[in-house]
């Protein structure tokens, strides 16, 4: 079975650009969440979906947002980019079957911000 | 969710045990110990979980407290390829939770 995949894998944008990144999750899993990692913050979670429905979201400004769609990928979307914004974006999908909820990652995509 | 506390960093042989301590003394009755790991600039991969039976599986064992206070995560053959940082995490297994994720250990497999 596939793992959850992310792309691209890196980008360069410059400050104030939108950005749009892609992730498909194992198949069958209908949860994606999303997390910013940074060398400062560390992991810090972003969103969660759920059946095309936004369950859960972090603690970051309305810049930040994101969808699923109805086959359960997801894309996460940056407006008017800063210079903090350049991090290893990650995205893990679990399934709600069985009891488990364990998240899988992806390799994320590194964005850098000029 | 309850708060972890790791040691920044720890050494470890090739070919020796590494045994990898988590404190989380606030944990309650529902919440479970997860353990992450994350080799340099790739996401984190899954390695194993519990209540409060010991668990194991081919990556790991999970050794958790009678009081459920602390747990060590033990990686029984350490190889230079678990070389990463490990993240403790303690969170209610229900779905639509994120994964909350310290700072972490960063363990140093050395030949």
């Known amino acids: 079975k596939a793992g959850v995949t992310q792309t691209p894998r890196y980008l360069i944008k410059t400050r104030g650009q939108q950005v749009t990144l892609s992730c498909s999750p194992i198949?069958?899993?209908?949860?994606v969440s999303w997390y910013q990692q940074t060398p400062g913050q560390g992991l810090q979670f972003l969103f969660e979906?759920?059946?095309?429905?936004?369950?859960n979201k972090g603690n970051f400004p309305g810049r930040f947002s994101g969808r699923q769609f109805s086959n359960s990928r997801s894309e996460m979307n940056v407006s008017t980019l800063e210079l903090g914004d350049s991090a290893l974006y990650l995205c893990?999908?679990?399934?709600?079957?069985?009891?488990?909820?364990?998240?899988?990652f992806g390799a994320g995509t590194r964005l850098s911000v000029l | 969710d309850a708060k972890t506390t790791q040691p920044p960093s720890m050494d470890c042989a090739e070919g020796r045990a590494a045994n990898l301590p988590c404190n989380h003394s606030t944990i309650s009755g529902n919440e479970y110990v997860y353990w992450y790991r994350q080799i340099h600039s790739q996401g984190p991969q899954y390695i194993i979980h519990?209540?409060?039976n010991n668990e194991t599986n081919e990556m790991a064992s999970l050794i958790i407290t009678e009081d459920r206070k602390s747990s060590t995560l033990i990686l029984p053959h350490a190889t230079l390829r678990d070389t990463a940082v490990y993240y403790c995490i303690v969170r209610v297994r229900s779905y639509g939770q994120n994964f909350v994720f310290g700072p972490g250990t960063r363990l140093s497999v050395l030949p």
């Open positions: 198949s069958g899993h209908r949860s």
């Open positions: 979906y759920f059946s095309e429905t936004q369950r």
């Open positions: 893990a999908s679990s399934s709600e079957q069985g009891a488990k909820n364990i998240q899988y």
């Open positions: 519990g209540l409060k």
